[in-house]
């Protein structure tokens, strides 16, 4: 039972650049999220899912979009990456009531 | 708002003795759940505890509890008898309705022996 299996888990990118991070999951869980953990300021949500064809906003949106087109697989896109975007992404999935998290990706951007 | 207020970015406990981890809530919804997740150096995440806002009693699981005052908007974790495998960052979270989920800041627990 693999859970949830996030991909890369390492990266490092060049201002401007672009990457998708993909977020699996084999539990068949309606929700999906991204956080993005940075020191001193916890998880903060990016996006996330409630199903299949859905998205939407958590509480730093910005520079980053998601697709949901199969339900076990959340992608993270980020467009034109920025330094402020160098962070440790975790994407994690849920049933009722527990969130089961990936291991993480660790993301540089220079 | 709805928010997660975490407001001891480290704590120091001997071993052995129960340590409580604050946490308050902020929010309008009247079906929430709570949480908190340990985070080893390592760096997965560990679900350890679950309270529903309509839950009467307060949670258990094993050396965890959850103290939950809905009146106040608290939701502190209890560890009883503190190991030094609980040297760890704790977060506590907030499903809002059936959707969103939103963690505060953490504590960084560190357990001395």
Not at chain 1, 43 to 71: C, F, M, Q, W
Not at chain 2, 94 to 109: I, P
Request: hydrophobic content about 35%; some cysteine.
């Amino acid at each position: 039972n693999a859970g949830v299996t996030q991909t890369p888990k390492f990266r490092v990118l060049k201002t401007g650049q672009s990457m998708t991070l993909l977020c699996a999951q084999d539990m068949n869980h309606e929700y999906m999220y991204w956080y993005r953990q940075d020191p001193g300021m916890g998880l903060r949500l990016i996006h996330y899912s409630v199903g299949e064809g859905t998205t939407a906003k958590g509480e730093v949106p910005d520079g980053y979009n998601v697709s949901r087109l199969k339900k076990q697989n959340f992608l993270l896109g980020l467009e034109s990456a920025a330094p402020s975007q160098t962070s440790v992404y975790f994407c994690a999935s849920r049933s009722t009531p527990e969130a089961f998290f990936g291991q993480g990706t660790r993301l540089t951007v220079v | 708002a709805q928010k997660i207020t975490q407001t001891q970015p480290g704590m120091f406990v001997q071993e052995k003795e129960a340590v409580t981890l604050d946490c308050t809530y902020d929010t309008s919804d009247q079906s929430y759940g709570l949480f908190w997740y340990k985070q080893p150096s390592s760096g997965e995440m560990i679900f350890l505890i679950y309270q529903g806002s309509y839950d009467e009693q307060n949670a258990t699981e094993g050396r965890y509890s959850l103290n939950f005052q809905k009146a106040r908007k608290s939701a502190n974790l209890v560890i009883s008898a503190s190991q030094l495998g609980d040297s760890a960052m704790y977060f506590c979270a907030m499903r809002l309705g059936a959707q969103k989920l939103v963690f505060g800041q953490g504590t960084r627990l560190t357990i001395n022996p």
